[in-house]
């Protein structure tokens, strides 16, 4: 069927995952997953080797364009739905399995439905098979060795990686257009549908590496150099994230310091002795909290001191603007502060007998008895639990979906209790929608309804 001419409305460029379905995943398993879109976390938990891991890989698939994992899957058809009321469905087609055909045909098909009732498909691949003759890999990719048609081994790690698995997994090393050249152009509804929803997996044993493994050169093949490296560069990154905002902070000084004489004699309404006392010393709370979570120096704007009695005029006109533009200044930290304050928090929880440290110069430090521990030094779990908290508070987009396999591993029963309420404090920062997958009864305890039942777990 052709694309029709559809129109997104604003909801649908805001839009959110709500429900789930795969049906004949293995041939065997169909399951539902109603996304709770209120408390913004969905918990789901199935016996083992069921396919819940499965679940949230084609979740992640879907949002991530690997459509070669949906090639390669034995299922009937996957369904997604979403706030707006847009619904895609993924199900399978014949395709040929011989020569090159087989190293670029998908043999999948994308339906597309607009709320209206209106609905196209697509089916992603090469309008030539022979493409591949035209875009071998190996190309662009000289840590990539081609050992058949349609198989690449990494010269490093020895993956194995089909032609259209090495495509997607090396993308960013490949010429803009490859994907297009691969796949055909994706129709611009689907594009939005996808693109808007920022969506990162975190699988079992991969928790401490999170996004930077894609910022790794390519032939780095040690995992724990990895993982250790994801920590240090968490630091490096909230050193580089206070900068920014303290350079915004002080090009706003100097736009508001220009324009102050100007201001001061226009001022229509100057605020009374006592409303400017309390402002300013509010605003003096805020300097100092501001000081205490590391973004702004002691000799960074002192604290003004009123003199007593009553106040000339012309001096409370001064004061009055002066009042308004700190706090405008002092204003564009503050997102930022209460992301590091809830971040120092959660960690100092966690980490026994051990502080978090923050400032511009370092990022964070971890302390023991006022003396530096090297972040390297830290367990699993305290790393697992500093990089997953970094990774959600400052680093995701509005509207993202993160899928975390397992949160429970590296994580003794106390940190499992509190994990979803302290998600859920996140979320009340960052607005953002997760589906955990788990085994833990401690980590879902106290939240039942937020759970999807995947089978009879209590059969296992």
């Not at 739905?81 to 040929?96: L, M």
């Amino acid at each position: 069927m052709a694309q029709p001419t559809v129109s997104t409305s604003r909801s649908a460029a805001h839009d959110r995952l709500a429900y789930f379905e795969v049906r004949g995943l293995f041939s065997a398993f169909t399951y539902r997953i109603p996304l709770n879109l209120n408390q913004r976390v969905t918990a789901i938990i199935a016996p083992n080797g069921s396919g819940k891991t499965i679940c949230l890989r084609l979740i992640n698939s879907l949002f991530t364009q690997q459509w070669s994992f949906f090639s390669d899957l034995d299922f009937e058809s996957v369904h997604y739905r979403f706030e707006s009321g847009f619904r895609v469905t993924i199900s399978h087609e014949p395709r040929s399995e011989e020569g090159e055909e087989a190293a670029t045909s998908l043999g999948i098909v994308f339906k597309v439905e607009h709320p209206t009732g209106e609905a196209f498909d697509w089916r992603p691949g090469p309008t030539d098979p022979k493409i591949i003759r035209t875009l071998p890999l190996e190309r662009y990719i000289n840590y990539l060795t081609r050992r058949s048609l349609n198989q690449y081994v990494h010269d490093y790690t020895g993956a194995s990686y089909t032609y259209l698995e090495a495509v997607e997994a090396f993308s960013s090393a490949l010429p803009q257009g490859f994907r297009h050249a691969i796949y055909g152009e994706m129709p611009p509804v689907l594009g939005r549908l996808v693109g808007n929803i920022d969506c990162h997996l975190i699988e079992t044993q991969r928790l401490l590496i999170l996004r930077d493994e894609v910022d790794d050169a390519p032939y780095r093949s040690s995992r724990t150099q990895r993982s250790s490296l994801a920590i240090a560069r968490k630091a490096q990154l909230l050193k580089t994230i206070i900068a920014k905002d303290l350079t915004a902070y002080a090009a706003l000084s100097q736009s508001l310091d220009r324009s102050f004489p100007k201001r001061v004699i226009n001022l229509q309404s100057i605020l009374d002795p006592e409303n400017l006392k309390a402002r300013l010393a509010m605003q003096d709370e805020k300097r100092a909290s501001l000081m205490l979570a590391g973004i702004l120096d002691s000799e960074i704007d002192d604290p003004v001191t009123l003199p007593e009695g009553n106040l000339p005029d012309a001096i409370s006109r001064v004061l009055s603007v002066f009042a308004q533009d700190t706090e405008q200044k002092l204003d564009v930290l503050t997102k930022l502060q209460t992301r590091i304050e809830l971040f120092s928090e959660l960690i100092r929880e966690r980490f026994s007998s051990k502080d978090v440290v923050v400032s511009k110069e370092s990022g964070f430090e971890i302390t023991f008895r006022n003396q530096r521990i090297p972040l390297d030094a830290l367990s699993s779990g305290e790393q697992h639990q500093l990089v997953l908290f970094f990774e959600l508070l400052f680093e995701l987009r509005e509207n993202a979906l993160i899928l975390i396999d397992e949160p429970e591993l590296s994580l003794h029963v106390a940190w499992q209790k509190k994990f979803i309420l302290d998600l859920q404090r996140i979320i009340a920062l960052n607005q953002f929608d997760v589906i955990l997958a788990t085994h833990s009864p401690q980590l879902i305890s106290r939240w039942n309804d937020l759970v999807v039942e995947l089978g009879k777990v209590d059969e296992e």
